[in-house]
């Protein structure tokens, strides 16, 4: 049972290009999050994917966008990358249905912008 | 904005001693889940505790939750080098559409 994969595991962008990272979620699971956690802080919420739709965002702005496919993978995608978007990207899944479940989280990707 | 925060930000211990962690949050929460990270890596889940729930053991962790306070706290006991890592705290408002963590506690483990 593969539990959530994220790719690629590392990248190198320079400002104002554009990326877009991957995740697979944990077999069974049909709910994606996406999080930005900066050098020594903790994991910030960027938005939720469920039945394909964003159903809740965080506090980023819209160069932040993302994607759930009928398989219930996801896609975040970066536009007009700043210096600060530099950290690890880290995706969870979980099941939505039976109400609140703990979040299994990938491994990262992490972006470094030039 | 974060919404749980933990305390100390580091913790240094002797193997086999035990370490405790606390979290604080600001509003009412649905649920309270505690993560560990080692080195930058991925989350690994530990522990989930309701808000109608006042502890939870799992292993070598306890965790207690008092909604009256708006605290929880983590204690590992008989702690091993392997535990060392960085410990979070996450909130949920409303199932798992809003989960909020704080910056951690980077525990060492001294062998």
């Known amino acids: 049972d593969a539990g959530v994969t994220q790719s690629p595991t590392h990248l190198i962008k320079t400002r104002g290009q554009q990326v877009t990272l991957r995740c697979s979620p944990k077999?069974?699971?049909?709910?994606v999050s996406w999080y930005q956690q900066a050098l020594g802080q903790g994991p910030q919420f960027i938005f939720q994917y469920y039945e394909e739709e964003e159903r809740q965002r965080g506090n980023f702005p819209d160069r932040f966008s993302g994607h759930q496919f009928p398989n219930y993978s996801s896609e975040l995608n970066v536009n007009a990358l700043l210096l600060g978007d530099s950290a690890l990207y880290l995706c969870?899944?979980?099941?939505?249905?039976?109400?609140?479940?703990?979040?299994?989280f990938g491994p990262g990707t992490r972006l470094t912008v030039l | 904005s974060q919404q749980g925060e933990e305390d100390p930000q580091a913790l240094s211990i002797q193997e086999g001693e035990n370490a405790t962690m606390n979290c604080s949050y600001k509003?009412?929460?649905?649920?309270l889940q505690w993560y560990r990270q080692n080195s930058g890596r991925g989350l690994v889940h530990l522990i989930l505790?309701?808000?109608?729930?006042r502890e939870k053991h799992s292993g070598r962790l306890r965790v207690t939750l008092d909604t009256s306070k708006k605290s929880s706290s983590l204690l590992i006991t008989a702690s091993r080098a392997a535990d060392t890592a960085s410990y979070f705290c996450?909130?949920?408002?409303?199932?798992?559409?809003?989960?909020?963590f704080g910056a951690g506690t980077r525990l060492t483990v001294k062998p």
């Open positions: 996450a909130a949920s408002l409303y199932n798992n559409n809003d989960m909020r």
């Open positions: 505790i309701r808000s109608n729930e």
């Open positions: 969870a899944s979980s099941l939505v249905a039976g109400g609140p479940d703990e979040q299994f």
């Open positions: 077999s069974g699971h049909d709910t």
């Open positions: 509003t009412s929460i649905n649920n």
